[in-house]
């Protein structure tokens, strides 16, 4: 194989990780190179009684014909992964059959018949150790037509892509650890109630939180355009990308300010949009001067105060340690009722509901109702979109 198409392959198969459909073209150059029938890349763990694969990527073909290839030669079946290997290496490798089975073994016989049922023949497995004792093999056929073994030349070639396999699948377990903590990270930043934009410094809208995104969707005083944020009015727009714009450029980055405040308001009946921009630091900006600067981006917190949260009474219960009853009238007066509606509501006494609130504002260790609410709004729990309330 000539370096140009060595390259090519290798950089083909280092974009594997990030684009897992280029693996089938990738195995497919892989048995154009071997004059192989079927590539296919396993990783493999051992067992009790017989190594399993945790991971199996096919070439085209062997991808077309994966249920005739699962019968034939899946894990249960597989003669090769039922024996005790001859080694189980920590290092590279490269075996054949006559690595498992001796010449009249009639086990070898019945792996021929299987392996003849799909068309294949001839086969050679290169590897190499992964970091958590998982074993990377290539495994190659030839088409049952072609009686040749793989030579010496075809194994050197296969060995020389055992180490970049590797590294692929170091790659590729990094890039999952990464995206699944990406995912974790998102989940648990789509739970916060007040809307997240994070924004280019034209207002182009690069990532939204969940509340964000509803709120995007839903109120009548801010949306996207183009994917850049975008106001009710022309003048509100040009405003909007305006502050955008200066915080984006804003040297100093000193936090939230009076001047980084904005106030939205429609019709006297709409419900206030308050928006509040903070500066993103890159965290590799060291302010050096860099030759590449990193993007601009601003954070863009989006809150339509009117509307209070409905707090579950049972967890304002759990967190200041409140009987039912009491979490009831908390989680009422939260919502804007008085205690005289809450005792209609709720079949109780005026007298009984005041008691109540006594009770409260002694186990809070607050003197007026509006500090119990406030406190109550200052938890943690008022801080969650609780969407199942």
């Not at 684009?19 to 296919?40: F, M, T």
């Not at 072609?146 to 990094?174: C, K, M, T, Y």
């Not at 005289?340 to 002694?362: D, K, P």
Request: proline letters at 5%; aromatic letters at 6%.
């Amino acid at each position: 194989m000539n370096a140009s198409r060595l390259n090519d392959l290798l950089l083909n198969l280092y974009a594997c990780p990030a684009e897992q459909q280029r693996w089938p073209e990738v195995l497919d150059r892989v048995c154009a190179e071997l004059h192989a029938r079927s590539a296919v890349i396993q990783i493999l763990v051992r067992g009790q009684d017989r190594a399993r694969s945790i991971c199996t990527l096919r070439d085209s073909s062997s991808e077309s014909a994966r249920a005739e290839h699962e019968r034939y030669m899946g894990d249960d079946v597989n003669p090769r992964l039922a024996v005790r290997w001859p080694r189980w290496p920590s290092e590279q490798y490269a075996l054949r059959d006559r690595d498992f089975f001796s010449a009249h073994d009639p086990v070898l016989a019945e792996l021929r018949e299987r392996l003849a049922a799909i068309h294949l023949g001839s086969f050679m497995s290169v590897g190499a150790a992964l970091p958590g004792g998982e074993r990377l093999a290539l495994v190659v056929h030839r088409d049952v037509a072609d009686s040749r073994d793989f030579d010496a030349d075809e194994e050197s070639f296969a060995r020389s892509l055992a180490p970049h396999l590797q590294q692929v699948f170091r790659i590729d377990g990094q890039l999952r650890t990464a995206q699944a903590y990406i995912q974790e990270l998102e989940t648990g930043i789509d739970s916060v109630r007040c809307g997240l934009v994070l924004c280019e410094a034209d207002g182009r809208v690069r990532w939204t939180n969940g509340a964000a995104r509803n709120l995007l969707a839903n109120h009548p005083l801010l949306s996207t355009c183009g994917e850049r944020l975008t106001a009710a009015s022309t003048t509100s727009t040009t405003t909007l990308r305006r502050m955008i714009a200066e915080v984006a450029h804003d040297e100093r980055n000193e936090g939230m300010r009076p001047d980084r405040l904005m106030v939205f308001r429609g019709e006297a009946t709409a419900e206030p949009l308050h928006i509040v921009f903070q500066k993103v630091d890159h965290p590799h900006d060291n302010g050096a001067g860099a030759a590449s600067p990193a993007p601009l981006r601003v954070l863009v917190m989006l809150s339509s105060p009117g509307v209070a949260p409905a707090l579950p009474a049972s967890l304002i219960g759990a967190l200041f340690v409140l009987s039912p009853a009491e979490s009831r009238l908390t989680a009422a007066l939260c919502r804007g009722q008085t205690v005289e509606q809450y005792a209609q509501t709720a079949g109780v006494t005026i007298g009984t509901a005041r008691f109540q609130l006594n009770q409260v504002l002694a186990k809070v260790q607050v003197k007026r109702q509006s500090e119990l609410i406030r406190k109550v709004y200052s938890s943690v729990i008022a801080q969650a979109l609780l969407r199942s309330h």
